[in-house]
């Protein structure tokens, strides 16, 4: 079946460093992509999306690009705040009836000044 | 303001006390879901409707129900609550066509 597996956190960086987080799917079509972010004691917000092979997803700084290749989406921002800590979460999904979100396990980022 | 709205936001409960957990969304959405969160498994899906009268199994229904009797309710309901259903529950929505998923605050659950 289809899943999405996520790098283990936490996550660790200071100020202005450069942020990466894996995410690798495994999916039986040909599914969108997205990035949720949650930020402590709220709910889930979508961070950005890519609906097809080789687009590029990008919100607040943060991208993420669509590769069918090598079955990925990475989480990428070139210099993270204090205020970007939160957890993470990958998801994939198909348009249609099921309205399901496959989500990875998470990835908590945490930055210090 | 656009939102999803969950009640209660905390619930200790007892085992085999029914309890119900509220969503409302005022976007007029047709799809709703709820899903669970539990540490290293992500976010589940419990249940989905993609409209009034129409729902459907997600990947985790046992000991839940669920009714959709109008398009802005999805209340989640735990007839005889267990220890094993202990989690964070989130509810979403989202209009038909689109993708994006807008998810409630959530509701921590703690069943003793």
């Known amino acids: 079946g289809d899943s999405v597996t996520q790098m283990e956190g936490p996550v660790t960086l200071s100020e202005e460093a450069f942020l990466t987080i894996n995410c690798t799917y495994t999916?039986?079509?040909?599914?969108?992509l997205f990035w949720y972010v949650q930020y402590p004691g709220e709910g889930l917000q979508l961070l950005l999306k890519?609906?097809?092979?080789?687009d590029k997803g990008s919100n607040k700084g943060f991208e993420a690009t669509y590769r069918k290749e090598t079955t990925s989406f990475h989480l990428e921002k070139g210099s993270v705040q204090v205020s970007d800590s939160a957890v993470y979460f990958c998801?994939?999904?198909?348009?249609?009836?099921?309205?399901?979100?496959?989500f990875g396990t998470g990835t908590r980022l945490q930055v210090f000044p | 303001e656009a939102q999803v709205t969950q009640n209660p936001r905390y619930l200790i409960t007892v085992t085999g006390k029914k309890l119900t957990v509220t969503c409302s969304q005022n976007?007029?959405?047709?799809?709703m879901s709820w899903y669970r969160q539990d540490p290293g498994l992500g976010l589940r899906q419990i249940y989905y409707?993609?409209?009034?009268?129409?729902?459907d199994k997600g990947d985790v229904p046992e000991g839940y129900k669920v009714s959709r009797k109008e398009k802005r309710n999805f209340p989640l309901i735990l007839e005889s609550p267990s220890p094993n259903q202990t989690s964070l529950y989130f509810c979403?929505?989202?209009?038909?066509?689109?993708?994006?998923?807008?998810f409630g605050p959530g509701t921590r659950l703690l069943v003793l």
């Open positions: 998801a994939l999904s198909y348009q249609g009836d099921t309205d399901k979100l496959i």
């Open positions: 979403a929505s989202r209009v038909g066509g689109a993708e994006t998923q807008y």
């Open positions: 999916a039986t079509g040909y599914p969108s």
């Open positions: 890519a609906t097809k092979a080789d």
């Open positions: 409707s993609m409209n009034v009268e129409v729902t």
């Open positions: 976007m007029n959405h047709e799809y």
